[in-house]
């Protein structure tokens, strides 16, 4: 009976489990998924902000082009190619542009809400993913600045294409180019409209 009752506490006394380790090993799981959601983060937005810099450039350089072309008098079918590859170059810059500020703007909405489907990312990924950017995000002064540029670049090169095709309506290769450049042009205008509204259409940068 004596050697019964010493050994019952001992017995109990091993059976405890210190509390703080096994916190430690519930939360490291949730510490590193944390730790990768926030460097995916910090890259996504580096990207995004490279990609809309890069996009600001491209469209500078087409302005500059844009008031050159002004100063010379070039034959028909050589404008008409170059500014219908013009064209395609400022629907691609515009494009990333749009890209970027969706990004950009998706990455900035609280995570509170969860993916309506299985997938494994953030909620602000999928709507990047999606095409459409977030109900509450609003262009901010700079950035409404270069969608209106966007948009009046667009429109000098359709007044230019416009031009082109009213004078060279005998030449089927001309016609083509002009109506890839108002293809385009008409992208950019849709893309702009779609991220700042039609009150972009009132404004003019230059």
């Known amino acids: 009976m004596i050697v019964g009752a010493n050994l019952g506490p001992v017995q109990t006394t091993a059976l405890q489990r210190p509390a703080p380790a096994r916190a430690a090993v519930d939360t490291a799981p949730q510490d590193a998924a944390t730790d990768a959601l ?27 082009q844009m008031n050159t072309l002004a100063l010379f008098n070039m ?20 494009t990333d542009f749009a890209t970027a500020f969706k990004t950009l703007s998706a990455l900035e909405q609280p995570a509170t809400e969860q993916p309506a489907s299985d997938s494994p990312l953030p909620s602000a990924y999928l709507e990047v993913l999606s095409g459409e950017a977030p109900v509450s995000a609003r262009l901010n002064p700079e950035d ?7 948009m009046t670049t667009a429109h000098h090169l359709r ?14 290769r001309i016609q083509w ?23 972009a259409f009132n404004k003019v940068f230059w």
């Open 38 to 64: 926030a460097k995916l983060d910090n890259f996504v937005e580096s990207a995004a902000l490279s990609r809309k810099a890069f996009a600001e450039e491209r469209l500078e350089h087409l302005k500059e």
């Open 75 to 94: 034959a028909p079918g050589f404008l008409a190619g170059h500014t219908a590859r013009m064209a395609k170059e400022l629907e691609s810059a515009a």
């Open 144 to 150: 409404a600045e270069t969608a209106a540029s966007f």
């Open 159 to 172: 007044s230019v294409v416009e031009m082109i095709s009213s004078e060279s309506r005998d030449s089927s």
């Open 177 to 199: 180019s002009t109506d890839s450049a108002k293809d385009s042009t008409s992208r950019v205008s849709s893309l702009m409209t779609r991220l700042e509204g039609p009150s």
